[in-house]
């Protein structure tokens, strides 16, 4: 049997918490094989929520679950661990702006990046899935000197996995055929899903879109600019439109293939989006946390290089860019 891998989730009371914590002690994350320790944490209130979540894992007698610690100490929830999947956030409440979310979820963030800079272990991987997660993973990693900034990502997988689903109901095609799609930039309204380079066995997607339209090339085009985009865009709205409540079990997979990809490996042949510390690849600036397409193996991603870009994707990757320079400038005093 292998040595169990610590796992800390914050916001583990959650609605996501509470979808994701079942999927990884049953192995989607980290596989069949890697027993888990989970240490879970959440604010003073959520305690007993968070004993009730603690007596169902039990409940559930998954093998690969070893022990399951529930605290509001974020030290105790950081020792020693090795992925951290930060969930824990402030939501936006009535009448406050964005900004005001913006620094009340940074000091969350910031507390939380020295905090695992000083306890945990020291090749931890960390996914950032509270809101603004690109920005709150930047100053999380900022507050983290002594830890490896390309171990520090926020979560765009939902945005990716969104898209594909978006051209699989349109084309009527499985997903496990749709490859290479990509989500740039920031994981808000400004993000840009780009299918330019999608395939499905092997063709364009945008090829298929034209060919169905009987060569009318700027019908695919339309349905691109006016559907597909503004649809995955915006559809945590949807959800929330529809449910009443924010995307949790959609979220909560989602993290778990991100995580999944990164420790394991992305598929062959294909690459997911991962928000990561950019890097000057495909001409954004060092200094954010960016969506980009990226390949995966054992614990190491790269941006994958050398797509060309539209000049409408370069209008909306430079909008998304300038959005994050924006959220970052609201708490730059929490960026050391
Ligand atoms: P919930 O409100 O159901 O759960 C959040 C939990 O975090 C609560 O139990 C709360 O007590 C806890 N919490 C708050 N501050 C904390 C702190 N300082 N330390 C530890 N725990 C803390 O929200 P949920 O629906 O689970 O969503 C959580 C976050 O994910 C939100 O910020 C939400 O906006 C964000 N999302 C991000 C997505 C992404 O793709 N990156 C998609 C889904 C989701 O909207």
Request: charged share 20%; aromatic share 6%.
């Amino acid at each position: 049997m292998k040595a169990p891998v610590r796992i800390t989730i914050t916001g583990a009371a959650g609605q996501i918490g509470y979808a994701v914590l079942f999927r990884i002690a049953n192995g989607d994350m980290l596989g069949p094989e890697q027993p888990v320790i989970l240490q879970l944490l959440d604010l003073p209130q959520a305690q007993q929520m968070l004993r009730g979540v603690r007596m169902e894992l039990e409940d559930c007698a998954f093998s690969l679950l070893q022990q399951v610690t529930i605290t509001d100490d974020p030290k105790i929830a950081f020792q020693d661990t090795e992925i951290a999947i930060l969930i824990g956030a402030r939501p936006r409440s009535k009448g406050m702006e964005r900004k005001d979310l913006i620094e009340a979820n940074g000091a969350i963030f910031s507390e939380q990046g020295k905090l695992l800079n000083q306890y945990a272990a020291r090749h931890v991987k960390v996914l950032v899935v509270g809101n603004p997660a690109n920005t709150n993973a930047l100053i999380a990693m900022k507050n983290a000197p002594d830890l490896e900034p390309r171990n520090f990502s926020a979560m765009m997988r939902l945005d990716h996995n969104r898209a594909i689903a978006q051209i699989a109901l349109k084309l009527f095609q499985p997903i496990r055929d749709i490859k290479k799609m990509v989500i740039w930039g920031n994981h808000s309204g400004t993000q840009y899903p780009d299918l330019d380079h999608a395939e499905i066995r092997g063709r364009l997607v945008r090829d298929i879109l034209t060919y169905q339209r009987e060569n009318e090339t700027s019908v695919g085009q339309e349905w691109i600019e006016r559907e597909f985009i503004p649809t995955v865009q915006n559809r945590g709205a949807a959800v929330i439109e529809a449910r009443g409540l924010s995307s949790a079990a959609s979220a909560a997979n989602a993290a778990v293939a991100h995580m999944h990809d990164w420790m394991l490996s992305s598929h062959h042949n294909d690459w997911v989006t991962m928000s990561v510390p950019s890097d000057g690849s495909y001409g954004i600036p060092e200094g954010v946390i960016y969506g980009f397409p990226v390949t995966c193996k054992q614990g190491l991603y790269q941006i994958v290089q050398g797509l060309g870009i539209s000049a409408l994707g370069r209008k909306h990757m430079e909008e998304s860019y300038r959005e994050l320079i924006e959220e970052r400038e609201h708490v730059k005093h929490l960026l050391r």
